[in-house]
């Protein structure tokens, strides 16, 4: 069972646009949810977090919205640029039950000069 | 932030031997570090959570007696996997959190070829 579902494998944007990801998830437990970014052969790097009792935050060019009632978050890029190409993966977390995080499958961005 | 050192970054082997993978945490002490494995083009499936000074918590279907860890200080966790197969061919990756914080800190992966 996929708690966290990313439905697009794959985003192309041309630079200087808004990326927007978008990230499911099923378990209503969940009380804190991240979004990473990763180069391949590498470890995840933390980009920006938001809690269940927030609806958005914002970071420079990072924004995640958080839509408790469809289950859903999403993360906007703007504008985006050619570094930012890279798998991006959301991630879940229930506070109350050690802090172990659920990722889903990512979602692999490219942004044309 | 907070800096994890995992070390080796490749290791190829022969099915049947054993490999040790070291997480270390730079800057600060982690009583509990993750290790997480992810296949190609698949995401991070969380094998097992180190507890400094006591045994290891593995998550269903992940063999403690093939994966086995170690976390004997607050800096160092350590992840062997015995008698290696080429099944076991993936990129582990480690992760701690700094603090009371959500936020986790990822190494950078090893990544097992067994041939």
């Known amino acids: 069972d996929q708690q966290v579902k990313q439905n697009s494998p794959s985003l192309s944007v041309q630079e200087g646009r808004i990326s927007i990801l978008n990230c499911d998830y099923t378990?209503?437990?969940?009380?804190?949810f991240l979004w990473y970014k990763k180069y391949p052969a590498e470890g995840p790097t933390f980009l920006i977090s938001?809690?269940?009792?927030?609806d958005k935050n914002e970071d420079g060019r990072f924004t995640v919205f958080l839509n408790k009632s469809a289950k859903h978050l999403s993360l906007h890029i703007v504008p985006s640029q050619p570094g930012d190409s890279a798998v991006y993966f959301c991630?879940?977390?229930?506070?109350?039950?050690?802090?172990?995080?659920?990722f889903g499958g990512g979602t692999r961005v490219l942004v044309k000069p | 932030g907070a800096v994890v050192s995992q070390h080796p970054s490749r290791v190829i082997c022969k099915s049947g031997t054993s490999v040790k993978i070291e997480c270390r945490s730079l800057?600060?002490?982690?009583?509990?570090m993750f290790w997480y494995r992810q296949f190609p083009k698949q995401s991070l499936m969380l094998m097992a959570t180190?507890?400094?000074?006591?045994?290891?918590?593995?998550e269903q279907g992940v063999e403690k007696d093939k994966f086995l860890i170690n976390h004997a200080s607050l800096t160092l966790s350590t992840l062997t996997v015995t008698s290696a197969h080429p099944e076991d061919s993936s990129f582990y990756i480690c992760?701690?959190?700094?603090?009371?914080?959500?936020?986790?800190?990822f190494g950078s992966g090893t990544q097992l070829s067994v041939l």
């Open positions: 992760s701690a959190r700094d603090g009371p914080g959500e936020k986790l800190f």
């Open positions: 378990n209503s437990m969940f009380d804190y």
């Open positions: 938001i809690s269940s009792i927030k």
């Open positions: 991630a879940a977390g229930i506070k109350a039950a050690g802090n172990k995080l659920t």
């Open positions: 800057d600060f002490q982690a009583t509990t």
């Open positions: 180190s507890n400094e000074g006591s045994k290891a918590t593995y």
